[in-house]
């Protein structure tokens, strides 16, 4: 049992690259979730998904796209790569929107 | 419009000492509100979590106070170690909201 797994740990990209960022969890949850963590700002909800094959946007989605495909993996996106979305990325799922939420270990990407 | 509110933003304690985060909130329907601790280069995790049924929550050193028509919950952590120095969120959401509201964070020093 992994619980939620976050590829990669690590990522460096050059502005206006694009790369994927694979969630993957073995709970059987409905909910999904990817947040970005940066310095003072605490955890900020980019997009999140209730099921396979739905989606729907948080509070700071601009410049990036998920998707859910599989219940068990949520895929982000950055299309076009900018300095601004350096951060560390954390996907996380839970079975309810009131239960607890498990997190991954997280990504850390720098856009140079 | 940040849905919960935490403060303060840092805090030092002496080991042995008492911690204390506070947090509130605005909307009456929430009906979860879970505490989460996070490690340098981890993940957060679920510390302990209430609901508006009780007005306490205690495990181990670690208590919720809930006050529900003041609208504020706090986390207390009682004769504090150096271990539990970390960064701790408050959270909040309810049925069918489809997603959690985090406070910005606290970051805790215990000096030892």
């Known amino acids: 049992n992994a619980g939620v797994t976050q590829t990669p740990k690590f990522r460096v990209l050059k502005t206006g690259q694009s790369m994927t960022l694979l969630c993957a969890q073995d709970?059987?949850?409905?909910?999904m979730y990817w947040y970005r963590q940066d310095p003072g700002m605490g955890l900020r909800l980019i997009h999140y998904?209730?099921?396979?094959?739905?989606?729907a946007k948080g509070e700071v989605p601009d410049g990036y796209n998920v998707s859910r495909l599989k219940k068990q993996n949520f895929l982000l996106g950055l299309e076009s790569a900018a300095p601004s979305q350096t951060s560390v990325y954390f996907c996380a799922s839970s079975y309810s929107s009131d239960n607890e939420q498990f997190f991954g270990p997280g990504t850390r990407l720098t856009v140079l | 419009q940040q849905q919960v509110k935490q403060s303060p933003q840092s805090l030092i304690v002496q080991k042995g000492g008492i911690s204390i985060i506070n947090c509130a909130y605005e909307?009456?329907?929430?009906?979860?509100f879970p505490w989460y601790q996070q490690f340098p280069g981890k993940g957060p995790a679920l510390l302990i979590a209430?609901?508006?049924?009780?007005s306490e929550k205690k495990e181990g050193r670690f208590t919720i106070s809930f006050n529900k028509s003041a609208k504020q919950f706090s986390l207390h952590i009682m004769d504090s170690q150096p271990g539990d120095s970390a960064t701790y969120f408050c959270?909040?959401?309810?049925?069918?909201?489809?997603?959690?509201?985090f406070g910005t964070g606290t970051s805790l020093t215990v000096i030892p």
């Open positions: 959270a909040a959401s309810y049925p069918f909201g489809n997603q959690f509201y």
């Open positions: 209430i609901r508006p049924d009780v």
């Open positions: 998904s209730v099921g396979e094959g739905t989606t």
């Open positions: 709970m059987n949850h409905e909910y």
């Open positions: 909307n009456t329907a929430f009906d979860y």
